[in-house]
């Protein structure tokens, strides 16, 4: 007898660790810009992402592991004495190839602290949007458990810009026979540019990471946290 696939939303740590301790296969969303920083990495050739909560936790990481990489933000800023911040448009690289980012954010990886070996959480975003709902769905007739996507939100509150890829994540999820008519990037890029946390962006000098967020399907892979670090998803 199959079970019936269930599907539920959250926002932030509260939310994310409810699913884990119900064994729920994780969709976690930070799409402006930590998720869309960590697929894209991963697409450019990185062998890994590393989450860390802190920056003394990922200046820690980073230096027992030879040929690493920095890279993260406060306030949306780069760190001092980091190799990168948390634009996506940093792993563009040929630079990261084979090489392990540890990144810590201000809201993404403090959400995600260190979750059990045992958790299923991917990564998802406009990015990969047809192919993280794809890995999901394909775990969950390996073993049939609720499918839960987490916006990251803001600090425990919700953002709109997660709600926005959210939502566009549950349509596919609960329409997989019937494809939807996405809006278009450009369209995607107007939700998105006019939402708070994109406005703070803007005034930093980063509208372009927003409308590269923007972009549906640009990759076709999905991170998976194994031992502590995003890989692809074999």
Aim: net charge negative.
């Amino acid at each position: 007898m199959s079970v019936p696939l269930e599907i539920s939303r959250g926002t932030g740590a509260s939310a994310l660790q409810e699913a884990i301790v119900n064994n729920h296969i994780i969709i976690l969303v930070d799409v402006l810009r930590a998720s869309s920083t960590i697929i894209t990495a991963l697409a450019n050739g990185a062998s890994a992402v590393i989450p860390a909560s802190t920056v003394s936790e990922a200046r820690r990481i980073a230096a027992t592991l030879p040929n690493a990489l920095l890279a993260g933000e406060r306030a949306a800023k780069p760190l001092p004495g980091f190799d990168y911040g948390n634009s996506p448009l940093n792993f563009l690289s040929t630079k990261i190839q084979g090489r392990v980012i540890v990144l810590t954010t201000s809201n993404f990886t403090r959400v995600l602290g260190t979750p059990p070996a045992s958790s299923t959480i991917l990564v998802g975003a406009f990015l990969n949007i047809d192919h993280v709902v794809h890995t999901a769905l394909g775990l969950y007739k390996l073993s049939p458990h609720p499918i839960t996507v987490v916006a990251a939100g803001d600090l425990n509150r919700p953002a709109a810009e997660d709600d926005i890829a959210s939502d566009h994540i549950i349509y596919r999820l609960t329409h997989p026979d019937n494809p939807p008519s996405y809006a278009s990037s450009e369209d995607i890029a107007r939700e998105l540019l006019v939402t708070r946390h994109a406005s703070t962006l803007i005034s930093l000098g980063y509208e372009e990471d927003i409308h590269f967020c923007s972009k549906i399907n640009t990759y076709s892979l999905t991170p998976i946290l194994r031992q502590g670090a995003f890989v692809t998803y074999i």
